[in-house]
Nanobody
Framework: QVQLVESGGGLVQAGGSLRLSCAASGRTFSSYAMAWFRQAPGKTREFVAGITRSGSNTYYADSVKGRFTISRDNPKNTVYLQMNSLKPEDTAVYYC?????????????????WGQGTQVTVSS
């Protein structure tokens, strides 16, 4: 059981940067693979980035590869998403998700725990 709370969303101009944080409760944070998903209006929830338990492996959607960086600080029970070179199409509600697994899955249905989401709006 884990509770997740996202923060750091907001309004940013195209080409700008933003860092999202996801704070997790409990002492078993390091047992979870973590991921960021996003959902834009009228769209399904899609995988953005994922990171394994120790942070040694990361995965990205093609649409954000080279621009976004996922990282985690296990002693702080926190996962981050550094977003650079933001585009208007990045506008969405971003969700943090946790999966009690060794590997990262890209399907939203595999994740058991979700944060409430944080809005990211990129203006042109």
């Amino acid at each position: 059981q884990v509770q997740l709370v996202e923060s750091g969303g907001g309004l940013v101009q195209a080409g700008g940067s933003l860092r999202l944080s996801c704070a997790a409760s409990g002492r078993t944070f390091s047992s979870y693979a973590m991921a960021w998903f996003r959902q834009a209006p009228g769209k399904t929830r899609e995988f953005v980035a994922g990171i394994t338990r120790s942070g040694s492996n990361t995965y990205y959607a093609d649409s954000v590869k080279g621009r976004f960086t996922i990282s985690r600080d296990n002693p702080k029970n926190t996962v981050y998403l550094q977003m650079n070179s933001l585009k208007p199409e990045d506008t969405a509600v971003y969700y943090c998700a946790a999966d009690l697994a060794v590997v990262v899955f890209t399907a939203a249905s595999t994740y058991d725990y979700w944060g409430q989401g944080t809005q990211v709006t990129v203006s042109s």
